[in-house]
Structure formats: C-alpha cells, structure tokens
T-cell receptor
C-alpha cells in the first residue's frame, strides 16, 4: 500500500532525554513536513524538507532537529532543549512540483513527557 | 501575517441533520483551499480542494464553497452520520501551494 507511516503511535519520554520520531513514505514525494498539534491550536510547522539532504526550519523549530538522508525518510528528534514537548506530532509529504498538490498525513505520534 | 479562522469552535448536531462550518482566511498569495477531516488521534484526510476560480466542490455528502472576494469558505455536511464526528480543518495554501496555513478546526459531534 502506498502511504506515509509514523512510528511509534505512542511515545513516553523522561525529562532530559532525546527521542526520535520516525516518518517513512513510499509515495515518491520530494517534500516532507513535521507538524505539532496542541489542543485548541492549528497545526504548527516544525521543519520541512523539499528535497533530499536539504531541510528548513518552520515556525517552531527550537528544540527539534531533523535529517533527510533518504527520500523516503524524515525522522524528527525532540531534544531536551524543547521545554514543552508533550503534543501530537504529524508528519506529511507532498509532491511540491505539482500544482495544487495534496499533503498526505501520517497517523501521528503522541509524545508524553513523564 | 497569514491566518485562517474557523467557526464555530465546536458543534453538536443530531444524526440526519445538516450543518455548515465556516472558514475565513487572510492568506496571500492564495493558491488553494482544502478542507480536511481529522478523526481523534489520527492524521487529517483531505475532503475537498478549491482553487481561486472554483466556487463550489462536492464530495459525497460534503459540499465546500469558496468566495475568493470575501476570502470565505464553508463546508456543508448533509444528512449527518455518527461517523462524521471529527475535527474539520480548513487549510489555505500560498506560495505555489507549499506553504500551508491551518485553521484551528471545528470539532463536530453527531449524536443519536
């Protein structure tokens, strides 16, 4: 099946720890995105990548890091510098070279700091 | 600053009834507008997309309208079902479609 897969679905982190959220897509999309969703707020862009080996900060990049070594993969690391990491994280991908392209979303990872 | 505002914030309706959700945006340059449905704990799924020249677009029981002059869109749900209970998110694209601005969503609950 073609799609975008996030893992794990639930993740618990102790304070001071780094954790990495996985995002894999087999849609052959060049662009991939990470969003954070908090209750009562719209999705906020953390990082995005338009092409392999290139990525850009979004609106709330502080305390996060990413890599894009492969077209299919765009892992997000939540570092200990992120002061309020508990949230629902969504990964998306799209083909940016097509007009009116759709962003396809993964099923999300819920991160909780314990 | 690009913004997308949705109303109401939440809505409860009886099964079988119709409802309309609103979206106002101040996004420039405008590329397209999508409505997404997001079930609890899941990723959003696209329902409709409209470009500048389109006024209405239907997808089954979902009908979206767009007024590019007033920068308003609506999503009308006909004959609601329990499975329609979800968050509905308005998303406006700019800059060729790669810059997305999300609304905060309308939480819809359909009851018996």
């Amino acid at each position: 099946d073609g799609g975008i897969t996030q893992s794990p679905k639930y993740l618990f982190r102790k304070e001071g720890q780094n954790v990495t959220l996985s995002c894999e897509q087999n849609l052959n999309h060049d662009a991939m995105y990470w969003y954070r969703q908090d209750p009562g707020q719209g999705l906020r862009l953390i990082y995005y990548s338009q092409i392999v080996n290139d990525f850009q900060k979004g609106d709330i990049a502080e305390g996060y890091s990413v890599s894009r070594e492969k077209k299919e993969s765009f892992p997000l690391t939540v570092t200990s510098a992120q002061k309020n990491p508990t949230a629902f994280y969504l990964c998306a991908s799209s083909n940016p070279w097509t007009a009116n392209t759709e962003a396809f979303f993964g099923q999300g990872t819920r991160l909780t700091v314990v | 600053k690009n913004q997308v505002e949705q109303s109401p914030q939440s809505l409860i309706i009886l099964e079988g009834k119709n409802c309309t959700l609103q979206c106002n945006y101040t996004v420039s340059p405008f590329s397209n507008l999508r409505w997404y449905k997001q079930d609890t704990g899941r990723g959003p799924v696209s329902l409709t997309i409209m470009t500048f020249s389109e006024n209405t677009k239907s997808n089954g029981r979902y009908t979206a309208t767009l007024d590019a002059d007033t920068k308003q869109s609506s999503l009308h749900i006909t004959a609601s079902q329990l499975s329609d209970s979800a968050s509905y998110i308005c998303v406006v694209s700019s800059g060729g479609g790669n810059k997305l601005t999300f609304g905060t969503g309308t939480q819809l609950k359909v009851e018996l």
